[in-house]
């Protein structure tokens, strides 16, 4: 097995990820990011900003998608990642022959996988007999149905219950654990109360040891909580409050779509 660092080292606290959602339908930048071309510039530009990693993804997980084939999975990101070698890439995937070609062919570092090793078998053991990092994330449902009516007696401790067991599950399919990041999953089968909770409460998720990735940006609790009940994103302003405040409580990565905006606040709030 090659040596590689663990994740906390090569991502320190505070981290950020650059989103690319190369999609028609994401739910704040379906489209924008679309032609390889477009997603390659906005790629480049991240790390520039500051990004320590960008995040890749062929797949929209908004509320109520549908989900994609391999094939068109593929057919999306492919030319990005090819756009990108070089730069640190991560694969935003639940598919093992995704995240297989982006990490043995095209050079991705990290897999973030939205649904910790529950969608696809194969999936674990591409991770494990590689060299990339692993992000698991909570979810309570699926996409398509995850906002309907998402209900826990204590959504901070049953998420923490939920990444432990993906943990362990990870660490017995041979990926190392110092490789292995945890996400609540902001907005996957929650309220914006159960949200909040978990922002609030982040250092119980960070008391499990590992580092912790949010990704809250331009979701609609933020625009939510700022007046809008039916509101389907949030501003950059609200983004970058809240990922401040997810650092301070312990969060090690932030998955972010203004990459400027959010270097700038954090190599503050670090500094502070
Ligand atoms: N959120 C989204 C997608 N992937 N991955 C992790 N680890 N954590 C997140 O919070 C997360 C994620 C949803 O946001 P976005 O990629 O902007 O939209 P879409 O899923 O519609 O493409």
């Keep these: ?20 959602n190369v999609t028609p339908d994401s739910f704040s930048d379906g489209g924008v990011h679309f032609r390889p071309e477009d997603a390659i510039a906005a790629g480049r530009r991240m790390v520039e900003e500051g990004a320590a990693i960008v995040d890749v993804g062929g797949e929209s997980t908004r509320p109520g998608s549908v989900g994609v084939t391999a094939e068109e999975e593929l057919q999306r990101v492919v030319p990005v990642l090819e756009g990108l070698r ?37 999936l674990a053991g591409v991770v494990a007999s590689s060299a990339a990092y692993l992000c698991l994330m909570h979810m309570q449902g699926e996409p398509r149905t995850m906002q309907l009516d998402p209900r826990y007696e204590d959504v901070v401790s049953e998420v923490a219950a939920f990444l432990e067991e993906r943990l362990d599950f990870a660490v017995a399919a041979g990926v190392p654990e110092e490789r292995i990041c945890l996400d609540p999953g902001i907005g996957f089968g929650k309220t914006v109360e159960h949200n909040l909770e978990l922002l609030r409460r982040l250092d119980e998720l960070a008391a499990l040891g590992r580092p912790v990735l949010v990704g809250v940006s331009r979701k609609s609790t933020l625009g939510r909580l700022l007046g809008d009940p039916d509101a389907r994103t949030g501003t950059t302003a609200a983004s970058v409050a809240a990922a401040v405040l997810a650092f301070e409580r312990g969060a090690s990565i932030l998955r972010v779509h203004d990459v400027r905006e959010h270097v700038e606040a954090l190599t503050v709030a670090a500094a502070l």
Excluded: W
């Excluded at 097995?1 to 690319?20: K, N, Y």
């Excluded at 935003?92 to 982006?102: H, I, N």
């Design 1 to 20: 097995m090659r040596v590689i660092a663990p994740l906390e080292q090569r991502f320190p606290r505070p981290s950020v990820m650059g989103v690319i």
């Design 86 to 122: 070089g730069l640190p890439v991560s694969i935003d995937t639940a598919k093992a022959e995704v995240a297989r070609v982006a990490v043995d062919e095209l050079g991705a570092v990290l897999v973030n996988d939205v649904t910790a090793l529950r969608a696809d078998p194969e």
